[in-house]
């Protein structure tokens, strides 16, 4: 079965990366896509197509910021729709399961099968196991195939919208806990309460204190995926909770970092140093 991956960023190409090395035939569609994102798929092995190819694999994955995730659906669902067949179609981006039962309309049940994915943890190394692909929706087990060709694959015994739900709540936790603190230690660098608190949260919040010190450095060069991520975030939670709020001013957070480092870190410079104090 040629098994097509729609994204050939970090997490895609590495995904993809570890379908080849198990033997699987990976396609990919790069039309539009850069030099770096094009030369990064040929390094992950995967093969250049159109997408009239691509409707014809038997299983496609979509690895897109989540903020593309309807385009994509659009496009490969039309592709589908001219090729003439049926086949299975995974949606592995973060977004809330009401974005997702919208990916699910645009396919219908005459474009084959739409199930829900999740993807937990950074893109697969050599010699590790992860990430984990959580999948809903899937009955037939359609998603087994992924497993044998060396994906961590973890079925929810629930609707399509389960696997997405898991991960609006995993990543509200891991990235939002990433987020109140890159705001509240510039908020400390403004006041001059800086070093304080840098040293308060190493001696009685150690663990956390060691979270931020690996986890803000890496939300850099990722937080202007993050800014859909936190929208969707929000609006899973819904406009009768209070805490939607908390997740869309996570999204303004994330967008100032992102112009931040597109402006030359300058924010970014000032945590760096404290957190290497």
């Not at 979509?62 to 592709?79: D, K, L």
């Amino acid at each position: 079965m040629d098994i097509a991956v729609i994204g050939a960023g970090a997490m895609g190409s590495a995904i993809a990366r570890r379908l080849a090395e198990n033997g699987a035939r990976v396609l990919t569609y790069l039309e539009g896509r850069s030099a770096a994102t094009i030369e990064r798929a040929k390094i992950a092995g995967m093969e250049a197509v159109g997408l009239d190819a691509i409707a014809g694999a038997g299983l496609i994955l979509s690895i897109v910021p989540p903020a593309n995730a309807i385009a994509v659906a659009e496009q490969v669902a039309a592709a589908i729709c001219r090729h003439g067949t049926k086949t299975t179609f995974i949606d592995c981006n973060a977004i809330s399961p009401q974005t997702m039962m919208q990916v699910a309309s645009i396919f219908g049940s005459d474009r084959g099968v739409v199930l829900d994915g999740s993807i937990i943890g950074g893109p697969p190394k050599t010699g590790q196991k992860g990430p984990k692909l959580y999948v809903s929706g899937d009955a037939a087990d359609s998603s087994a195939v992924l497993a044998e060709h060396g994906l961590q694959v973890r079925r929810i015994d629930g609707p399509i919208g389960a696997a997405s739900a898991l991960k609006m709540c995993y990543a509200g936790i891991n990235k939002g806990v990433t987020g109140l603190g890159t705001a509240m230690l510039l908020a400390a660098i403004r006041s001059g309460a800086d070093e304080a608190l840098k040293r308060e949260l190493q001696e009685s919040l150690p663990d956390l204190d060691a979270k931020l010190v690996n986890a803000i450095p890496d939300m850099y060069p990722k937080a202007y995926r993050w800014v859909a991520e936190m929208e969707e975030i929000s609006e899973f939670l819904g406009d009768d909770d209070p805490a939607a709020l908390i997740f869309k001013g996570m999204a303004g957070l994330y967008r100032k970092m992102a112009a931040d480092r597109e402006g030359g870190g300058l924010l970014a410079g000032q945590l760096d140093r404290l957190n290497n104090r």
